[in-house]
């Protein structure tokens, strides 16, 4: 007998993540090549190095960032333009930790999370009497008052001048260049977005998405509206403190500058064009983020190249087009990349069926 599309006889069935062996080997091929790709070589020189091994650190940092703010404005419905400043906030607290106190990077690491968390909660109060446009507002001033704080609390954040931050070691061993920090970031992020992925499962999980579909009805079921919406904001801000402890260890060195207002409105771009509500739009909004500004810049670099009289206007061409990528993405693909991943699996599932 033979069956197509889904066939589950068990809610344990039901409920696994990868639910098709199918699925799970191809799992476990993508993480035995994310293990072994830093390492690959090519003639005796490394497949990834420089710029690209770069860019495939900052996709699996961006990727923890941009889960903890889809769980809270995909799922919970709660919109935040503070997700930038909540990043300092993780990259600061591991920096002061680390760089101040003396402490290790695996304390500095979950505590730039817990300290991120409260922070987030803090600013998440507002969320119990405000909502949609309103709380946008407030989560943008959370935005403006931490990055005062970032510039003014100099004893504790150096101010205009940063923070110098060491990268983490293990019994002597120093993780000091870009291809072994890739380790630790893709081990974080592989906990951090298969918690998130099991979180949603959870009955915490299905009170964010019915405090988002309709808080009302929520509310009258039992759900207490103003728990759930802290909570979300809670979880969301430890991913952006884990994420931004990260990204400063990465980079070594933790400045104001790195966590403006424009870095928010990048993460809310990752999420909307990877699709609310998923843990791979998440992913798949980061990977578009963070490779468009790359590939664009080459190919405004190549038409400055040919074109001399245009390579002032090379720059403002790459934002006018990064805007529009964006817009077009948007009207033609409203629900996100995420989406067109699911349209694609349900047409190869049912192939060679059209029904």
Request: glycine share 10%; charged share 10%.
């Amino acid at each position: 007998m033979h069956y197509c599309g889904d066939f589950r006889t068990t809610y344990r069935k039901d409920m696994e993540i990868f639910q098709t062996p199918f699925i799970k080997v191809c799992m476990a091929v993508f993480l035995v090549f994310l293990l072994v790709l830093p390492v690959l070589k090519l003639k005796g020189e490394y497949l990834l190095k420089g710029a690209y091994l770069w860019i495939l650190l900052q996709i699996l940092i961006a990727s923890i960032g941009a889960v903890g703010i889809n769980i809270l404005t995909g799922y919970t419905g709660q919109i935040s333009l503070g997700q930038g400043a909540f990043l300092g906030v993780g990259a600061y607290t591991s920096a002061y930790i680390t760089a101040k106190l003396g402490l290790s990077f695996w304390v500095g690491i979950p505590a730039a999370g817990l300290v991120t968390a409260m922070a987030g909660m803090v600013f998440g109060i507002p969320s119990l009497r405000l909502k949609g446009l309103y709380l946008a507002i407030a989560t943008l001033a959370s935005q403006f008052i931490l990055e005062w704080i970032f510039l003014r609390w100099e004893s504790v954040t150096g101010g205009s001048y940063g923070i110098t931050i060491p990268r983490p070691s293990i019994a002597g061993y120093t993780f000091s260049t870009d291809r072994s920090y890739y380790y630790i970031v893709l081990a974080v992020a592989i906990v951090m977005i298969l918690f998130a992925a099991n979180l949603m499962r959870t009955r915490t999980g299905r009170a964010f998405m019915a405090v988002r579909d309709h808080y009302i009805s929520a509310e009258i079921m039992g759900i207490n509206l103003f728990k759930y919406r802290l909570l979300s904001f809670g979880i969301s801000s430890f991913y952006a403190g884990v994420a931004g402890a990260l990204f400063g260890h990465s980079l070594k060195y933790v400045s104001s500058e790195q966590f403006n207002i424009g870095v928010s409105i990048v993460y809310l771009a990752m999420i909307i064009i990877g699709g609310l509500g998923s843990i791979i739009g998440s992913i798949f909004g980061a990977v578009f983020m963070i490779l468009l500004p790359k590939l664009l810049s080459v190919v405004t670099e190549a038409v400055a190249a040919d074109y001399a009289n245009i390579a002032k206007l090379a720059i403002s061409f790459e934002h006018g087009i990064f805007g529009l990528i964006i817009i077009l993405f948007l009207i033609f693909e409203p629900d996100g990349l995420a989406h067109r991943w699911k349209m694609v699996k349900a047409y190869w599932k049912l192939y060679p069926f059209s029904y």
